[in-house]
């Protein structure tokens, strides 16, 4: 796929994605949710791949769906929405879910505004680092609607209850003080790009493997009984034994610690 509004482009190690319609504010149109969705599966594939950094064109991140672009396409609309079952993810909710799914840490950088679908794909990154005076909102019960693009998901794990709920159905605009009060992003960083990717460069230099197993084990074991989080840590650490990187992590720790790793193990 070409695309036209995302910039995409990777330097060791390290993709960084950006939205690209700057002029809307980085509204989500159909175009956009379709080239998201291609990027991460084409990111996916890429065993050389060590972080993600997702950022927004133009100094905001993204003010939500482009209302009046999706609508003015009915057949559009169906395809946005469209699953086969209903615990299947769709369109919608495949470009936030889909960060999750990455064996790779994701790291947001959110400036200007952040609000709606775009505040629902970034909780799908590991980690939000956010310029002071960036504005967030979940704001889709102002239009009579649930968020519906696998927010939630996130929403669930950093949140109380009572604080999802008041964000939620409150739609408010809180400010990164707030948000970071509330736990909802990692940091507030002057310069939050270039936290980011001092962040992202960190990360390399633990092995990809490890780095893959850590995310797979707390996405998918955070609300797991003990017994499957034991049980999937177990196999985890048999995976990453029998690995080549788990043996060069310990030469980078004495007499090599320049070695490079191997490409990450499939099928994290």
Do not use: H
């Amino acid at each position: 796929m070409t695309y036209q509004l995302l910039n995409i482009s990777k330097r060791n190690g390290i993709a960084y994605v950006g939205l690209n319609r700057p002029e809307k504010y980085n509204a989500l149109n159909f175009k956009l949710f379709k080239e998201m969705d291609s990027c991460i599966k084409r990111l996916a594939k890429d065993k050389t791949l060590t972080a993600v950094i997702l950022y927004g064109e133009g100094g905001n991140f993204s003010s939500g769906l482009d209302v009046k672009s999706v609508m003015s396409s009915p057949i559009d609309a169906v395809k946005l929405l469209f699953k086969w079952l209903p615990g299947n993810a769709n369109l919608a909710q495949r470009v936030s879910i889909g960060w999750r799914r990455l064996p790779v840490p994701v790291i947001a950088v959110m400036e200007g505004i952040c609000y709606g679908g775009g505040m629902q794909i970034v909780l799908g990154a590991d980690i939000r680092i956010v310029a002071p005076e960036c504005k967030m909102s979940i704001m889709e019960a102002k239009w009579g609607l649930v968020p519906d693009m696998a927010g939630f998901v996130g929403l669930r794990e950093i949140l109380p209850k009572d604080q999802a709920l008041m964000l939620t159905m409150s739609a408010d605009i809180i400010s990164a003080q707030q948000a970071l009060e509330l736990n909802l992003i990692t940091s507030i960083e002057d310069e939050p790009m270039a936290a980011a990717t001092a962040l992202a460069t960190k990360l390399t230099q633990t092995s990809p493997d490890a780095n893959a197993a850590i995310k797979a084990s707390i996405n998918r074991s955070w609300s797991a009984s003990i017994r499957q989080l034991l049980s999937r840590e177990s196999w985890y650490q048999v995976r990453l034994l029998l690995g080549k990187n788990r043996v060069i992590a310990a030469k980078r720790q004495g007499k090599d610690p320049q070695k490079a790793y191997e490409n990450r193990q499939s099928g994290w």
